[in-house]
């Protein structure tokens, strides 16, 4: 059957902001199955009417994940901590710059990179009042461009016309259902695996106590209970004399292990689908393997930043301009690339050969940089009697040449060598700021 094309017709055109009379339900906190999965990607596939509802319901249940709760905020703060600014010509323009720095930008900021996760979002943006917010995912139909008032709704606002046009901001292909939809079955397999590991280890992680009782005494059976019940929460059984209790089970130390090592597959599996690697949030095996995986995760962080760039810079700056902000009209969205920060080693080695080749620092400049208290007062003295010392006279050296000037050159550099590990020595103990 062929997908309709027919475009709901929208009502209250007249509007200036997204209707908020919009009838949110609770969330279906109920326990989530691969049953639930599927039956929820078959609502939001549906041709004929599609609705994500269900599907939400269980992205929601999902994030609760402590695994992939980190890696989706990993993917955030790279973004969120990455320096945006807008300029022209190089300059940064003040009144978009202010709005940059507000707390609603860096909540649209991550409304566009969340798109990636959930699929489809759409975000009410009012620059002027400092108001972005996002409009529930339930209720938004971007097959038919509209916002209903109840997520199963036929008819709704569409967003796509004039004024919402230039107050609302749809990111992502209207079909797309985000990662999030590869994750959830790992995120419930990986709670099934652990709810079975968690009753293994009730069953066989704490010994079983056993008392036996004689029927022939009335009477005895409770008495035995009661003693075995006010021992603790340990389990225990209640047998007549003579009876024996046996486990039919192939329990070894590596069956305990099973469900460990697939937890942990699952969570790898999590990792490698939404940061593309593993070793940035597990313990890595080598410094060259965490290396790579660090460079994967650049790629995919820079990846993040052109993403959000082309929202910004084809749809926000054009609503800026529309909400009265013509300043926008001529710049661009830009993430600053910050220089990398040198160790204290570095930067005191980069210092010394600069003092000794290029010109001398002041004293004061290595006090303040490297927190080391100077005593003037014995410096002073300390040159004072350098300068009383007598000098011997100054021997006319000959020029050295060929083999001669290549030895001196050497031991120049060896003396310099010697002085910079024992200067470097000395600043390694030294307190930081």
Known sequence: MAKSTTKPKAKNPALTVI?????????????????????????????????RKLLYDLYADIVLDDQLSS????????????????????????????????????????????????????????????????????????????????????????????????????????NDLGLLLKAAPLVLLKRGDVSDWATFNEVFGQPLRVGK?????????????????S??????????????????????????D??????????????????????????????SQAEVHERVADKIAIADQRFVLRYLNHHVRNMLVAQGFASAANGEFKF????????????????LRIHKEVAPLQIDYFAEEYNVPIDEAALQERKE??????????????????????????????SFKRFLNLFRDFFAEAPTR
């Open 71 to 174: 890696v989706l905020d990993q993917r955030r703060l790279t973004l969120t901590n990455s320096t945006l600014t807008f300029q022209k010509d190089g300059e940064p323009i003040d009144d978009i710059q202010a709005i940059i720095d507000q707390e609603c930008f860096e909540d649209l900021l991550v409304n566009i990179l969340d798109s990636k996760f959930y699929g489809y979002s759409l975000s009410q943006c009012d620059f002027a009042n400092g108001k972005i917010e996002l409009v529930p995912r339930p209720h938004v139909r971007p097959e038919f461009g509209i916002v209903v008032a109840n997520p199963s709704d036929s008819t709704g606002i569409d967003y796509t016309v004039a004024p919402y046009d230039k107050l609302c901001l749809g990111v992502g292909k209207k």
């Open 385 to 414: 009697q350098q300068e009383q010392e007598p000098q011997p006279p100054a021997a006319k050296k000959k020029a050295p040449t060929g083999k001669g000037k290549k030895v001196e050159q050497a031991l120049d550099e060896m």
């Open 336 to 351: 600053v690339e910050e220089e990398a920060k040198l160790t204290k080693k570095e930067r005191l080695e980069m210092d």
């Open 258 to 287: 099973t469900y460990e090592r697939f937890a942990k597959r699952m969570d790898e599996a999590i990792s490698k689908l939404i940061i593309g690697q593993t070793m940035t949030t597990d313990k890595g095996s080598s410094r």
């Open 231 to 256: 021992m603790g929460s340990m389990a225990y059984g209640v047998l007549p004399i003579g009876s024996e209790i046996t486990f039919q089970s192939t329990y070894q130390t590596s069956s305990a």
């Open 19 to 51: 209707d908020q009379s919009l009838q949110v339900r609770s969330l279906d906190r109920s326990k989530k199955s691969l049953q639930s999965w599927k039956t929820a990607l078959q609502s939001a596939e549906s041709i004929v009417n599609p609705v």
């Open 213 to 229: 009782y004689d029927p022939n005494i009335p009477g005895n059976r409770e008495q035995v209970a009661k003693g075995l019940e």
